[in-house]
């Protein structure tokens, strides 16, 4: 399923910046944001974009993420634990160039957030809207927190295979056209 253009940048002369968003920054997001900021690294485009992950709830401000999740990184040679819990905020629309939720009630609360709503039909998106497997209606990340190790390993391989996806058109973007 082919997904949206990505927006342009803000402003050409900075970083783009990307953050993701789940409900509580100690789960899906921080996954999605270790995974994507590495998937930028690995396409050499590290100094152009920066990779932020925040929540939707207060719950867990300041707190690392959860150790399941952790743990599922660093089983995949990951290394999450400088992360700390943010809380997803309308300033975040003035520092940020493009906006993924980890699922619909994500997305309706960061779209109700935003300045205007041509800001948030242009700069949100699902974030599996980027998963070359993701089908019409199944465009969730589903939340591990209350099951058990397995749906972060499952959450993993979406996160994976959805940042290669991602990182990819990240490049063709801030490549800018094809030279005539």
Known sequence: ?????LPPPRDPDLPYRVVLVCLGNICRSPIAQVVLRAAVERAGLARQ?????SGTGDWHVGHPMDRRAAAV????????SEHRAQQFTARWFDEHDLF????QSNYR???ALAP???TARERVRLFRAFDPRAGEGDLEVP???YGGDEGFGQVLAIVERTAEQLAEELAELLAGPAPQ
Do not use: H, N, T
């Open 116 to 118: 205007d709503p041509e």
């Open 143 to 145: 939340d591990p927190y």
């Open 73 to 80: 990184l660093v089983g995949r040679g990951y290394d999450g």
């Open 49 to 53: 974009v920066g990779i932020d992950s």
């Open 109 to 111: 609360d960061v779209c």
């Open 100 to 103: 993924l939720a980890m699922d």
């Open 1 to 5: 399923m082919p997904s949206e253009p």
